[in-house]
């Protein structure tokens, strides 16, 4: 995105990528659709970024969610909302969309240059790793769009981070984002129930309530539901060393509806086939209710019944950074001008994120991405014409 207002503002645009294709992560994104951004009002959008929407709200008001609709429709991507609001192309996939990007920037005479692992600095100049050996460039101004420290084998392995805290640029520890929890389950429970869903339930930590969907694995939890709670458990795992989740089994049912259902009579029925012919509680679902519930409980249909609809299972941590879908933490807001160009390097711009921000998923991962990225891009085309 920097190279295209570059380019187009006229200037002379070198990209320089570690992989030996571009446009890795993209298509990594595309594997699932590639959700690109959401539908909803732009005000609702922009609170999505928490802590960050502050910082984030110039470069998103000046490219939003429907911008980014245009500027795929312009590359010959149309889009659609699905059910969820979020934002996908038809194709629903990424690899057209790349290409016609990357034609439209090589037309408009951007130079590509792969396999060229950034080294910092030498006396002045970008120095980079080939196949051939260690080259160096001295542009008039410089855009890093690095990444965090998720997915490092598609090439955001954080290096950066050293290279400009020598500068004396604050950086934020990097953190999980949108990542999956590991959890303590049984034997039995662990070998049973892996890649189960677990669908129309509400989760709840703290403030945060939510209705949806995730999944369970070998280890522990995952899934949108999951990415949704994410920076809460997150943190509450770092501040106090423990975090659960709050499940309600039944969410469409009211808590008396439950307890009726379950005080009929059982008659020779196992307390299994009574909790799936009287509430519809099976499978993974039921699973839960044995692992998490108190022998004692399970017979008592007023505990039960309480049970189902706030089932607390208990987090042992976060997923590692290196799995998960984005990273919190980077390069400290307070250290960029409103053109995202570091105070303490001059003509260096920083986009995507290498910034200290996060968002749920929905898509407003990419937008972020592509907004600061345009912005990165003007500034540096402003400092380019300053000379």
Not at 166 to 187: H, L
Not at 276 to 302: C, D, H, N, S, W
Request: hydrophobic share 45%.
């Amino acid at each position: 995105m920097a190279a295209e207002v570059l380019s187009q503002g006229g200037a002379r645009v070198e990209v320089f990528d570690a992989m030996p294709s571009l446009g890795r992560k993209l298509l990594m994104a595309g594997k699932s659709g590639l959700n690109m951004t959401h539908s909803e009002p732009h005000e609702k959008l922009v609170g999505r970024y928490g802590a960050r929407e502050s910082e984030l709200r110039p470069y998103l008001d000046r490219f939003n969610g429907e911008a980014l609709r245009a500027w795929a429709r312009e590359l010959g991507s149309e889009t659609f909302v699905g059910t969820s609001g979020r934002v996908f192309p038809v194709a629903m996939k990424a690899s057209p969309l790349l290409r016609a990007w990357l034609k439209r920037l090589q037309d408009g005479g951007v130079t590509w240059h792969r396999r060229h692992q950034w080294l910092g600095w030498r006396e002045g100049s970008l120095a980079f790793a080939t196949p051939a050996g260690e080259v160096h460039a001295r542009p008039d101004a410089t855009v890093l769009a690095l990444g965090g420290a998720s997915w490092p084998k598609l090439g955001s392995r954080g290096e950066w981070v050293e290279w400009l805290r020598r500068a004396g640029v604050q950086i934020a520890p990097f953190r999980p984002a949108n990542c999956g929890f590991s959890v303590a389950w049984s034997p039995h429970f662990r070998d049973r129930f892996p890649g189960q869903p677990l669908k129309s339930v509400a989760l709840s930590v703290g403030r945060f309530q939510q209705q949806g969907e995730f999944v369970v694995t070998q280890t522990g939890v995952e899934g949108s539901l999951i990415y949704a709670a994410a920076a809460t458990l997150r943190d509450l795992l770092d501040a106090t060393g423990s975090a659960a989740i709050t499940l309600d089994l039944l969410p469409d049912w009211s808590a008396n509806k439950v307890l009726t259902a379950l005080e009929r009579p059982r008659g020779s029925r196992s307390l299994s086939n009574h909790l799936e012919k009287t509430v519809g509680i099976r499978g993974v679902k039921a699973g839960l209710v044995y692992e998490f519930v108190p022998r004692e409980i399970l017979a008592q249909p007023v505990r039960l019944a309480a049970a189902l609809k706030a089932l607390v299972v208990p987090l042992a941590s976060a997923n590692s950074l290196e799995t998960a879908i984005s990273s919190a933490g980077g390069i400290d807001f307070a250290e960029l001008d409103s053109r995202l160009m570091l105070k303490k390097l001059p003509g260096v711009f920083c986009a995507g994120e290498m910034l200290d921000w996060e968002a749920p998923t929905g898509g407003y991962l990419l937008t972020a991405c592509f907004a600061t990225g345009r912005a990165a891009g003007a500034g540096a085309l402003e400092w380019f014409r300053q000379g």
